[in-house]
């Protein structure tokens, strides 16, 4: 009892930890479905299913208690792997095919919620010092080992199909670990619920403090791994209201980009939208293409535009950029209203830092030799 009482209060001071930073530094989940679903997966699993999961075998505890314990953790059990399935994937790239797989969890959680509530799914049995669970209904235990195969193969299907497309080497470390840690975490459960050893309980307890802090350490000292990895910044242009190009950089190649490299087209494209600058409901702010976003964005007062291609964009980009507007327009307001003759385009290249500092989850992490 004391054991488990000790292993629970961990997990809940851990989970809350991770409820308040998720919630306090939400700008760095991307959007507000990642942030909820987050803060669902630590009271979920860390709070609601793992202390009902451990007082479950308390035999301090009587029979018709542990019972309700039991079916409790099972629901949890259900909806937090789900949620960390569809989470991981988000991570990795966002896409509205995600939505039919949640419909797909839901559909199974729903038929083991519905076989789990049926009279005599269990029996129970008291084993030396805790209380064991049977399956009476074994499709109950099927369906539901069925369903952590389910997970697991999903979420290292994702790992290896996107793996070679996320942003950098740390990114691939990070994500390869956090996945195989708690695919580890439902084999373990998976073979509890099988043999009710209190060892793999405990195992699966201890595992999954050290996974819990792994990842709250992760997500504060990373927080760009929250933001879709397999989303990259391609090029980020600013140009003058006259068509004078100030600043350009290359995220892929992490290099300051001459006016001779950009494409033609580009630029005549860039010099119509800005012919169109003083109209603010003219002007256009987003060209979505197939694989690629082209964002604008307009500082009528100081007569600068910015352009930044992405796969696509998101709100974390939207954020990154007035960001960097504000601190650029503070860095070089005056250059900008006074503009006029020869034009010295190297005063701008303060824009460098700033960009490092704002789009820092995208830029590439060179790896040392």
């Not at 990795?92 to 949640?102: A, G, P, Q, R, S």
């Not at 919620?113 to 084993?127: A, D, E, P, R």
């Not at 391609?234 to 001779?260: K, V």
């Not at 987003?286 to 964009?313: C, P, Q, S, V, W």
Request: glycine share 4%; charged share 15%.
């Amino acid at each position: 009892m004391i054991i488990s009482i000790l292993l629970i209060v961990t997990s809940i001071l851990i989970s809350l930890i991770g409820i308040f930073y998720v919630y306090l530094n939400r700008e760095n989940f991307g959007d507000t479905l990642s942030m909820i679903l987050n803060i669902l997966l630590f009271l979920f699993l860390g709070i609601f299913f793992f202390s009902s999961f451990l007082l479950s075998t308390d035999v301090s505890l009587n029979e018709d208690v542990v019972l309700i314990l039991w079916y409790i953790s099972i629901i949890f059990w259900v909806f937090s792997i789900g949620i960390l399935s569809v989470i991981q994937k988000f991570i990795i790239k966002f896409e509205e095919k995600t939505i039919l797989i949640t419909i797909f969890y839901s559909l199974i959680i729903g038929i083991i919620l519905g076989l789990g509530f049926l009279s005599n799914s269990f029996t129970i049995n008291v084993k030396s010092d805790s209380y064991e669970f049977i399956f009476q209904n074994l499709l109950l235990l099927y369906l539901l080992l069925s369903y952590n195969i389910i997970i697991v193969f999903v979420m290292c299907y994702n790992l290896f199909r996107y793996f070679m497309r996320l942003r950098d080497s740390t990114s691939q470390k990070i994500i390869s670990i956090l996945t195989f840690q708690f695919c580890f975490l439902i084999i373990l459960y998976s073979i509890y619920i099988i043999t009710q050893n209190i060892t793999f309980r405990y195992l699966y307890a201890v595992f999954y403090l050290i996974g819990a802090i792994l990842a709250s350490y992760f997500m504060i000292t990373k927080p760009f791994l929250f933001i879709e990895l397999t989303n990259k910044i391609h090029d980020f242009i600013i140009f003058h209201r006259s068509g004078i190009l100030l600043y350009s950089y290359n995220f892929e190649t992490g290099q300051e980009t001459d006016e001779s490299l950009l494409k033609g087209s580009i630029l005549i494209g860039i010099n119509h939208i800005l012919s169109n600058f003083i109209d603010k409901k003219d002007q256009l702010n987003l060209i979505k293409m197939k694989n690629r976003d082209i964002i604008f964005e307009y500082d009528n007062t100081h007569g600068y535009a910015l352009l930044l291609t992405a796969n696509h964009k998101n709100k974390f980009i939207d954020k990154a950029v007035n960001s960097f507007m504000t601190k650029f327009t503070s860095l070089n307001g005056e250059k900008l209203k006074n503009l006029n003759g020869l034009i010295d385009v190297s005063e701008f290249r303060n824009a460098k830092e700033i960009i490092i500092e704002n789009f820092e989850p995208f830029i590439i992490k060179k790896p040392s030799n």
